[in-house]
C-alpha cells in the first residue's frame, strides 16, 4: 500500500475534516475527528501556547474553565500521520457540546461573554499576554457558563502597541449590547445579517441620537465614528494620490504610542460601562411569567407526569425543547439526558432561562433564541462559516410542546411541512397538539382568516403516524389538548 | 482593470479605531493611574492601622 492510500485509509477512519469556520487565523486551524476537536498549529503558534499556558494568569483562568481545556496532541497518530495538513503541531480541546452563536444569545449572555473577554485581557496583559482578536464566536457556552475557546488568540503583548482587538470588540459586543440596553432592542437579527458586528457609523446612526448621554456612548460611538470618518476621507485622499503617474508611494502606520495604562484603562472603562448595564427586560417586573400558561395545577401537573415518564427512559441523551418558554420542561428533562438545548424565539424568556440556569443549572442546558420560523441558516464564507441549527447536531428526543399553533396558525406554515421538519430533525418526539378550539389557538385565529380547516387531531394524527408509531398519549385540558409520545418508525 | 478601482474600495476602516484607542486610552490612562494610586495608598494606609496582631 503507498503512504498517500494509508494516509486516506487513516483519514477515513479517525474522520477528520478541517472546519468550515476556521479560516482566519492563518496560524492555525480547527478539525473535527469524530466527537474531538483537533487544533493543526503552526510552530510560533505552538509555542505561544507552551509559553502562555504556563503563566500562573493562564493557570488560574483555566482552574476556573474560564478557557476551554486544551492538552498537546501533537504526538497523536493523526497529527504525525499528517492528516491535519501541513501543521507541524496539534492541540485537543474539549469539546463543546453544542455550538450557539452571538446571534442566538439573550442579552445577558452576550454581557457574560463580553466580560469574561475583558477578564482574561485584564489578566493577561500585566502578565504579557494579550488576544490578537475580539471575535465574539470566540466565546461558547457550556450549559449557561462562557468559555473561550480561541486558545491560539493569545500572542505575547507588545509594549506601546494599541489593543488590537477594540474595533472587533465594539462592534460585536459593545454596539449590541449597547442596542438593547439603551434602545431595548434586539441585537440578535442584526447580528445574524452582520456577522463581523456592527459597524462605529452604523452603531453611531443608530445611537447617538437617543443614547446620546448613556455611559459609553459619547466615546466609543460617537467620537470613535467621528476618527473612522476623518480617518476616512484622509485615505480617499491618500489613495486618489497614488496615480502611476504621480509616483507616490502609501503613508507609513500610525506610530502613536500605546501605553500599558492607556489599554489597560481602555479595557477596564469598557468593563464598568458593559457591567453597568442592564436589558430593559430585566427591569420590567417578571411576575408570573413562570406561570404564563393557561393550564390548572392539576393539567399542568398531567403533563410534567407524561413528559417525565417517556424523558427518563434513560435512552435519550440529547434533548432538543423547541418553543421551551422558559425552559420548566427543559429542567423537568435534563436529570435524564447530557445535554438539553432550550429554543424559542421569545429573547426575554430565554434570558430568563439563563439567568436561572446561571444561578442553579446543573451545566446541562443551552438556552438559544431562535425564531421557530426562520431558524439559523447556513452563512458567512461560502455558505459554511456558520452552520444552520440543524447542521450544529440532532436530537435524541425533542419536546415540541404548545408550539404547534404558533407555527401552523400565527407563522402560517403548514402542519404537513412542520411535522416533516420535526422528522428530519432526527430523535423521538414528545408533541403537545392544541386544538383550534383551545382559547389560546382562538385568541390566535381571532384576527385572522380561518384557513387551516385541516388543523384537526385527526389530520394531525394521520400526518405523524407516516412517520412515527404513536406510542401513548393522553388528553389534556378537558380535551382541548393531546399530548402525544411519538417513536419514529 | 485595477488601475480604474474606486479610491473608496482602499479605505480602512480600522485606521480609524486606531486613533480612537488613543484618544480614549489617554483618559482612560488617567483615571488608570489616579485608580492604582488611590489603591496603592490605601493599602499602605491600611497597612499602619492593622498590624497583624502579635507582632
Known amino acids: ?489 | 482593470m485595477a488601475a480604474t478601482a474606486p479610491a473608496y474600495a482602499y479605505i480602512d476602516p480600522g485606521s480609524g479605531s486606531v486613533l480612537a484607542t488613543a484618544v480614549i486610552g489617554f483618559f482612560a490612562a488617567i483615571g488608570y493611574t489616579m485608580r492604582k494610586y488611590y489603591y496603592k495608598a490605601k493599602d499602605a494606609v491600611s497597612g499602619l492601622f492593622n498590624k497583624p496582631e502579635g507582632k
Open chain 1, 1 to 489: 500500500m503507498t503512504a498517500s492510500a494509508v494516509r486516506e485509509r487513516l483519514l477515513a477512519s479517525l474522520e477528520i475534516s478541517p472546519d468550515a469556520g476556521s479560516f482566519r487565523d492563518r496560524s492555525n486551524r480547527v478539525f473535527r475527528a469524530g466527537d474531538r476537536i483537533l487544533r493543526g498549529v503552526s510552530k510560533p503558534a505552538y509555542e505561544n501556547w507552551k509559553s502562555a499556558s504556563e503563566a500562573p494568569f493562564f493557570k488560574a483562568l483555566a482552574g476556573e474553565r474560564k478557557l476551554i481545556a486544551t492538552t498537546d496532541a501533537s504526538g497523536e497518530e493523526a497529527a504525525r500521520a499528517g492528516a491535519l495538513g501541513e501543521w507541524p503541531f496539534a492541540l485537543a480541546h474539549q469539546t463543546v457540546p453544542f455550538i450557539s452563536y452571538p446571534y442566538e444569545w439573550s442579552f445577558s449572555m452576550l454581557k457574560d461573554a463580553a466580560l469574561l473577554h475583558l477578564e482574561i485581557l485584564e489578566k493577561a496583559i500585566p502578565a504579557g499576554w494579550i488576544l490578537k482578536d475580539s471575535s465574539a464566536y470566540n466565546v461558547q457556552f457550556i450549559g449557561a457558563a462562557p468559555v473561550f475557546i480561541d486558545i491560539p488568540s493569545f500572542e505575547p503583548y507588545r509594549a506601546g502597541e494599541p489593543w488590537g482587538g477594540y474595533r472587533q470588540f465594539c462592534m460585536m459586543f459593545l454596539y449590541p449590547l449597547m442596542l438593547k440596553a439603551y434602545l431595548g432592542v434586539d441585537f440578535g437579527p442584526i447580528l445574524r445579517a452582520y456577522i463581523d458586528g456592527v459597524d462605529p457609523l452604523v452603531a453611531d446612526r443608530l445611537l447617538s441620537r437617543s443614547a446620546r448621554w448613556k455611559k459609553g456612548v459619547f466615546s466609543h460611538v460617537t467620537l470613535h465614528a467621528k476618527m473612522q470618518s476623518r480617518a476616512s476621507a484622509s485615505e480617499l485622499d491618500e489613495a486618489k494620490r497614488l496615480t502611476e503617474d504621480a509616483g507616490d508611494a502609501p503613508e507609513k502606520k500610525n506610530k502613536i504610542r500605546h501605553s500599558e495604562a492607556m489599554v489597560l484603562g481602555l479595557i477596564q472603562g469598557l468593563r464598568g460601562t458593559i457591567a453597568k448595564m442592564t436589558s430593559p427586560d430585566e427591569r420590567t417586573v417578571w411576575g408570573d411569567y413562570d406561570a404564563d400558561h393557561s393550564y390548572s395545577d392539576a393539567s399542568l401537573q398531567k403533563k410534567k407526569v407524561f413528559i417525565e415518564k417517556h424523558a427518563r427512559s434513560g435512552a435519550y441523551r440529547k434533548v432538543w425543547d423547541i418553543g421551551c418558554n422558559t425552559g420548566v420542561f427543559s429542567r423537568l428533562c435534563a436529570p435524564f439526558a447530557d445535554q438539553v438545548i432550550s429554543i424559542d424565539g421569545d429573547a426575554k424568556a430565554i434570558d430568563r432561562l439563563y439567568q436561572r440556569e446561571k444561578r442553579d443549572g446543573a451545566g446541562k442546558i443551552l438556552p438559544m433564541i431562535v425564531d421557530l420560523g426562520n431558524v439559523s441558516p447556513n452563512q458567512g464564507w461560502r455558505g459554511a462559516e456558520r452552520k444552520s441549527l440543524e447542521k450544529r447536531g440532532r436530537p435524541d428526543l425533542v419536546l415540541c410542546l404548545a408550539l404547534i399553533h404558533h407555527i401552523v396558525i400565527a407563522a402560517n406554515i403548514p402542519m404537513s411541512e412542520f411535522i416533516n421538519w420535526l422528522d428530519d430533525l432526527g430523535g423521538d418526539l414528545i408533541i403537545e397538539f392544541v386544538t383550534a378550539e383551545d382559547a389560546m389557538a382562538q385568541m390566535l385565529l381571532r384576527n385572522k382568516v380561518d384557513q387551516y380547516q385541516d388543523y384537526t387531531i385527526a389530520e394531525f394524527e394521520r400526518l405523524v403516524s407516516a412517520r412515527y408509531e404513536i406510542a401513548d398519549s393522553e388528553e389534556l385540558k378537558g380535551g382541548h389538548r393531546k399530548i402525544y409520545f411519538l417513536r419514529r418508525r
